[in-house]
């Protein structure tokens, strides 16, 4: 089987080179020009895809963001208890986290400079909301315990979750992504102690 | 009672100048220039506290690092089963990040491009290891959860831990710090679930 040398640029293949470059970089230290030289085209070449850096950065969020609120969509996220919803929504959470890694790494890293980025913080804050509120039907139920306030428990289940983006690397080498989300699942339901 | 101006700096208060500058700017980012400008002083007279901002990066990681490690020598950090040493340490740990927060924030965005932050890198580590070691203790002692290995454990503990210098401002009007640090505790021991 031969490989053939790619010598063209889909919109797909030039978004993960951008996502890799930003997220090395910083969305606000990457320039056309660090672009251009990553994905070896020029930048007249980039142009004929997409308008600019942020409409790469849009699709590259988006990509997260329409994978993160596929989930709340999913039948399992809406049938049953609150805490089974609740469960079933965390573990799709990290799936989808160690599945589409260097997006939601762009994402979490995310400032709020441009309008692009603003509306990406709006979209992700959204996304927490519809979380918290089936934390909150959760412990209305009586399934989720009442002595944390929803928002701050909403904060680190996410602080938990989100930091997988640090240290996990799907490379095969390192602790499995199935591992990761029984293990995110039972810390945060079950806690450290044995019962 | 009336409040002199404070016309000189002691290496204390610079300090706090540069910590609050390398948060915002980060390390990398930061010149003399950002940090004369910042503390209202000439480049000459910062000279005169420190030999230059790496020296600077290295008293601030010190700091959070000394309070993070005087933990462990804590007399409740050493005594009882290692599940009421871990507890105990977690609660502490929490304590000193809130404490001491823009510290802490800048040890946890530390890079290692410089000498001072690789060593920053390995002194966190090594203080990684002493809490993964109190949780394999605990395991073995059969108050932990045997079901999640426990350098992941470990991580998404201080996942949860760390990610509360995101969101907590002690400006009064927030999340209280006693709240924050029952929360942790809780919800890292206990999960979410009611039992």
């Given amino acids: 089987m031969t490989t053939a040398r790619r010598d063209t640029y889909t919109p797909e293949s030039l978004l993960s080179v951008a ?15 660090h672009l251009s030289k990553a994905a070896g085209i020029s930048k007249s070449s980039i142009y004929h895809h997409v308008s600019g850096k942020e409409e790469l950065l ?7 963001l329409d994978g993160l609120f596929a989930i709340l ?25 160690t599945a589409e890694l260097p997006y939601v790494t762009l994402l979490l890293r995310v400032r709020g400079n441009t309008g692009t980025e ?17 934390l909150r039907a959760a412990a209305a139920e009586g399934d989720v315990r009442g002595d944390v306030e929803v928002r701050l428990a909403t904060r680190l289940l996410f602080g938990m979750i989100n930091s997988i983006v640090e240290w996990y690397r799907p490379d095969g080498r390192g602790t ?19 019962h």
Same sequence: chains 1, 2.
């Fill in 19 to 33: 996502v890799r470059v930003f997220n090395e970089r910083g969305y606000d230290g990457t320039s056309m020009e």
């Fill in 58 to 64: 849009r699709r590259a969020v988006s990509r997260a």
């Fill in 73 to 97: 969509d999913e039948p399992r996220a809406g049938e049953g208890r609150a805490v089974e919803r609740l469960e079933y929504v965390v573990r799709r959470t990290v799936e989808v986290l």
């Fill in 118 to 134: 603003r509306w990406a913080l709006e979209r992700r804050r959204d996304f927490d909301h519809r979380v918290a509120e089936l």
């Fill in 176 to 194: 499995a992504e199935r591992e990761i989300v029984d293990a995110v699942v039972l810390m945060a339901f079950g806690g450290l102690r044995q």
